[in-house]
Nanobody, 121 residues
Framework: QVQLVESGGGSVQAGGSLSVSCAASGSFFSINTMGWYRQAPGKQRDLVAT???????NYADSVKGRFTISRDNAKNTVYLQMNSLKPEDTAVYYCNANVKRGSLAPWASYWGQGTQVTVSS
């Protein structure tokens, strides 16, 4: 099985910073793209940022210039540094990873359990 375990998050006032991390564990052959998505109450889950194994990044327009995604391939861990946080950043943040469990296995998408980020005005 593949598990994504998130840590970090919490509560902060507007303008503050938080970070979250997500470590993949279990039995797998390779991890390709890792990323962060978020879901606010009553809304759909939206992309925040992704990063490939080669380090190419993609950000939602709403977080560009404020959030930074990075990863440590040796640790199978992805990080999200969130600066200049706004109340509209409040959501549950989910880690995602595209994982190949064996050399001939198909790529499959896995999700973490989610971690709450709350930004107060």
């Amino acid at each position: 099985q593949v598990q994504l375990v998130e840590s970090g998050g919490g509560s902060v006032q507007a303008g503050g910073s938080l970070s979250v991390s997500c470590a993949a564990s279990g039995s797998f052959f390779s991890i390709n793209t890792m990323g962060w998505y978020r879901q606010a109450p009553g809304k759909q889950r939206d992309l925040v940022a992704t990063i490939t194994s080669g380090g190419s990044t993609n950000y939602a327009d709403s977080v560009k210039g404020r959030f930074t995604i990075s990863r440590d391939n040796a640790k199978n861990t992805v990080y999200l540094q969130m600066n200049s946080l706004k109340p509209e950043d409040t959501a549950v943040y989910y880690c995602n990873a595209n994982v190949k469990r064996g050399s001939l296995a198909p790529w499959a998408s896995y999700w973490g359990q989610g971690t709450q980020v709350t930004v107060s005005s």
